[in-house]
């Protein structure tokens, strides 16, 4: 049973660019959430996700990050315009229906901005 | 805002040994994890508690959840090597169910 998957694991965007960060949650599991982590900082809870709708976007930032979960396909976290400030590991995490609280993370992925 | 503390920070301790760490909120909540993480990997989740007073075992690893549900410990017995990680705890309640507030980690290593 293969767990959360995410990709790419490393990528690097120069100032400006755009990145897309994917994530495929476990088998089953139908809620997505992403947080993040800044360099000598904790895990920060960004955004949790359904099929086809967003949940609690209360911890993404208001400019310039989005995410979806569409009804195929696998979930995706877009930065626009990258900023320096944007260079940190962004986890996904899935849980299972009606088990919210037991969230599995991907491997994550870690952007640095150039 | 809820806030997970987490202490000690750091941890170097010998193979052998036992240890405890900490994690305190002024806050309440519904359930707590506990997960690791690897250097460049993503938290591994170790347990969930749920009811105060709660305690889980696993293997050398035992758990419990304070009777306030507001504070957590972790209690390792005899750690090896291959404990060392990134120790974290993570506090959910029913009301904001989506969101994972995690703490601010204990870092621990064990040597030979």
């Known amino acids: 049973n293969a767990g959360v998957m995410q990709n790419p694991r490393h990528l690097v965007r120069r100032r400006g660019q755009e990145a897309r960060l994917r994530c495929s949650p476990m088998?089953?599991?139908?809620?997505v959430y992403w947080y993040r982590q800044l360099p000598e900082e904790g895990l920060k809870f960004m955004v949790y996700?359904?099929?086809?709708?967003?949940?609690?976007e209360s911890g993404m930032p208001k400019e310039r990050f989005s995410a979806e979960f569409p009804k195929e396909g696998p979930s995706i976290l877009r930065i626009q315009q990258v900023v320096r400030g944007d260079s940190a590991a962004y986890f996904c995490?899935?849980?299972?229906?009606?088990?919210?609280?037991?969230?599995?993370f991907g491997p994550g992925t870690r952007l640095t901005v150039l | 805002t809820q806030l997970l503390e987490q202490s000690p920070q750091f941890l170097s301790i010998q193979e052998g040994e036992n240890l405890t760490v900490y994690c305190n909120s002024s806050?309440?909540?519904?359930?707590l994890q506990w997960y690791r993480q690897e250097p460049g990997e993503g938290p591994v989740l170790l347990v969930t508690?749920?009811?105060?007073?709660e305690v889980k075992k696993l293997k050398r690893l035992t758990f419990q959840f304070g009777d306030a549900r507001k504070d957590s410990s972790l209690h390792i017995t005899a750690a090896q090597p291959g404990d060392t990680g990134l120790y974290l705890c993570?506090?959910?309640?029913?009301?904001?169910?989506?969101?994972?507030?995690f703490g601010t980690g204990t870092r621990l290593q064990v040597t030979l």
């Open positions: 508690v749920v009811t105060g007073g």
């Open positions: 088998k089953g599991h139908s809620h």
């Open positions: 993570a506090g959910s309640n029913t009301g904001t169910a989506s969101k994972l507030t």
């Open positions: 806050s309440v909540f519904s359930s």
């Open positions: 995490a899935s849980s299972p229906p009606n088990r919210y609280n037991e969230q599995f």
């Open positions: 996700l359904q099929k086809e709708n967003i949940i609690d």
